[in-house]
């Protein structure tokens, strides 16, 4: 049983365990809470602390009295986290800070309930289909596009956090496409871009003469948007005095013209995105609470291109091929040095590296004079010789035959060896192994 308030709250955690098998029982207060317990059969409640009227910390020994022993999993706001661990110590089995991680909460649930867990079934996930674009091998990326997934169907305000250059609009456009919503448009802005004296205007239109140059009406994002999304990013960068009008907004579903007394209702879902650590702007008053718990239902963050190495490979080769518009491989040396780079920019970095390498490149082989100049000192090093492969050229053979769908002969043309070097090799990674 989901306990929340919130419409998109129980449908995004409903959906999720749905996935899993569970029957998902929905209640909107305490009360109603109470009263489904008499109907229903119930095995676990994860329950909401802030509710109108009776909270859950006030319901907890309501529960109890009903049923002593069936879990109880409180879902808390960052500054209720003393409340839930005083509840935990008269009742409640355990606590979850919000913004909810979905795989914490899986595993929150799944110990209480004594369920064995199995790392191999993220693996048996169906996502919808992909875009051509968007590429990835590792575990960490693979996690984010199965929480995509089951973040995407809800109408749920959503905040994706992670470093510049690391996809955050791409992102949006996979959650924006994955919804409901695909058949209308997904409208995108940068806060960062917006004048401050003209973002409400921006956000959400102005009447005819509401301000000086305002020549006729302008319905605004929010309206240009409706029935779709609208994915602002860099929304740290939002000024402290718009973040009321846009948190109103949001809880309406209602935006009002500059220069007009007259609400207009909008069918928007909002995308934010940003490379700051909001809680940090919250706690140093540059951003507002309650904007940012509206905004962050669910954390997506995404990882640096450093804390995925295995998508740098698969990710060099679509861009080669994109900018060449051939199939272009990269030699041992090259691989290398791309393995092996910080790459502080993420994938925006990668992308422009290897477009440059493709415009210097004369043939099909990106060499390492081909990559941006401070990559130099990496490419120069010949792969060691130790008898044993290296790290990155086990992680360059697997990669290409996995690009090959396990054909030898492709790969080894890919790799530039014979058939009988790369059988070889495959020998010596089976025997590492």
């Given at each position: 049983?989901?306990?929340?308030?919130?419409?998109?709250?129980?449908?995004?955690?409903?959906?999720?365990?749905?996935?899993?098998?569970?029957?998902?029982?929905?209640?909107?207060?305490?009360?109603?809470?109470?009263?489904?317990?008499?109907?229903?059969?119930?095995?676990?409640?994860?329950?909401?602390?802030?509710?109108?009227?009776?909270s859950g910390i006030e319901a907890l020994?309501?529960?109890?009295?009903?049923?002593?022993?069936?879990?109880?999993?409180?879902?808390?706001?960052?500054?209720?986290?003393?409340?839930?661990?005083?509840?935990?110590?008269?009742?409640?089995?355990?606590?979850?800070?919000?913004?909810?991680?979905?795989?914490?909460?899986?595993?929150?649930?799944?110990?209480?309930?004594?369920?064995?867990?199995?790392?191999?079934?993220?693996?048996?996930?169906?996502?919808?289909?992909?875009?051509?674009?968007?590429?990835?091998?590792?575990?960490?990326?693979?996690?984010?596009?199965?929480?995509?997934?089951?973040?995407?169907?809800?109408?749920?305000?959503?905040?994706?956090?992670?470093?510049?250059?690391?996809?955050?609009?791409?992102?949006?456009?996979?959650?924006?496409?994955?919804?409901?919503?695909?058949?209308?448009?997904?409208?995108?802005?940068?806060?960062?871009?917006?004048?401050?004296?003209?973002?409400?205007?921006?956000?959400?239109?102005h009447v005819k003469g509401a301000f000086?140059?305002?020549?006729?009406?302008?319905?605004?994002?929010?309206?240009?948007?409706?029935?779709?999304?609208?994915?602002?990013?860099?929304?740290?960068?939002?000024?402290?005095?718009?973040?009321?009008?846009?948190?109103?907004?949001?809880?309406?579903?209602?935006?009002?013209?500059?220069?007009?007394?007259?609400?207009?209702?909008?069918?928007?879902?909002?995308?934010?995105?940003?490379?700051?650590?909001?809680?940090?702007?919250?706690?140093?008053?540059?951003?507002?609470?309650?904007?940012?718990?509206?905004?962050?239902?669910?954390?997506?963050?995404?990882?640096?291109?450093?804390?995925?190495?295995?998508?740098?490979?698969?990710?060099?080769?679509?861009?080669?091929?994109?900018?060449?518009?051939?199939?272009?491989?990269?030699?041992?040396?090259?691989?290398?040095?791309?393995?092996?780079?910080?790459?502080?920019?993420?994938?925006?970095?990668?992308?422009?590296?290897?477009?440059?390498?493709?415009?210097?490149?004369?043939?099909?082989?990106?060499?390492?004079?081909?990559?941006?100049?401070?990559?130099?000192?990496?490419?120069?090093?010949?792969?060691?010789?130790?008898?044993?492969?290296?790290?990155?050229?086990?992680?360059?053979?697997?990669?290409?035959?996995?690009?090959?769908?396990?054909?030898?002969?492709?790969?080894?043309?890919?790799?530039?060896?014979?058939?009988?070097?790369?059988?070889?090799?495959?020998?010596?990674?089976?025997?590492?192994?």
């Amino acid at each position: 049983m989901i306990v929340d308030d919130e419409p998109s709250q129980r449908k995004l955690i409903g959906g999720f365990f749905a996935a899993f098998g569970f029957t998902i029982v929905e209640a909107e207060s305490a009360e109603g809470m109470l009263d489904l317990l008499d109907q229903h059969s119930t095995d676990m409640i994860l329950l909401d602390v802030r509710l109108p009227k009776m909270s859950g910390i006030e319901a907890l020994p309501k529960i109890r009295e009903r049923l002593p022993t069936v879990p109880v999993v409180l879902i808390t706001a960052y500054a209720d986290v003393r409340q839930a661990v005083a509840a935990v110590k008269s009742g409640a089995d355990d606590y979850l800070s919000k913004p909810i991680d979905l795989e914490e909460l899986k595993i929150a649930v799944y110990d209480a309930l004594a369920i064995p867990t199995s790392h191999d079934a993220e693996d048996e996930v169906v996502l919808p289909e992909l875009p051509a674009n968007f590429i990835y091998r590792s575990r960490a990326m693979r996690q984010l596009v199965q929480t995509v997934s089951v973040v995407a169907p809800s109408d749920a305000p959503i905040l994706i956090q992670g470093p510049s250059g690391t996809g955050k609009e791409l992102i949006a456009q996979l959650i924006h496409r994955w919804s409901s919503r695909a058949s209308h448009p997904i409208v995108t802005t940068n806060c960062a871009g917006l004048s401050a004296t003209l973002i409400e205007s921006e956000l959400f239109g102005h009447v005819k003469g509401a301000f000086t140059g305002a020549s006729e009406d302008r319905k605004g994002l929010f309206r240009t948007a409706s029935g779709g999304s609208l994915f602002l990013d860099e929304i740290g960068e939002m000024p402290l005095e718009m973040q009321p009008k846009l948190l109103r907004a949001l809880e309406t579903n209602q935006v009002t013209p500059v220069g007009s007394d007259r609400h207009v209702d909008v069918d928007t879902r909002l995308i934010a995105a940003t490379n700051r650590n909001l809680m940090d702007e919250v706690k140093g008053g540059r951003f507002r609470e309650d904007l940012f718990y509206r905004l962050n239902v669910v954390e997506l963050i995404i990882p640096s291109l450093a804390e995925r190495r295995e998508d740098i490979i698969p990710l060099a080769r679509h861009f080669a091929n994109q900018f060449a518009n051939q199939q272009v491989r990269m030699s041992p040396q090259a691989s290398q040095a791309i393995l092996t780079h910080s790459w502080t920019g993420n994938v925006r970095e990668l992308r422009n590296a290897i477009q440059r390498a493709c415009l210097l490149c004369q043939g099909d082989v990106i060499l390492p004079e081909h990559l941006p100049a401070n990559m130099a000192s990496d490419a120069t090093a010949e792969l060691a010789d130790t008898g044993r492969l290296s790290q990155v050229e086990r992680a360059t053979i697997l990669s290409t035959l996995e690009e090959c769908d396990g054909n030898r002969t492709q790969a080894a043309k890919k790799l530039g060896i014979s058939r009988r070097a790369l059988i070889y090799k495959l020998h010596d990674i089976d025997t590492e192994t």
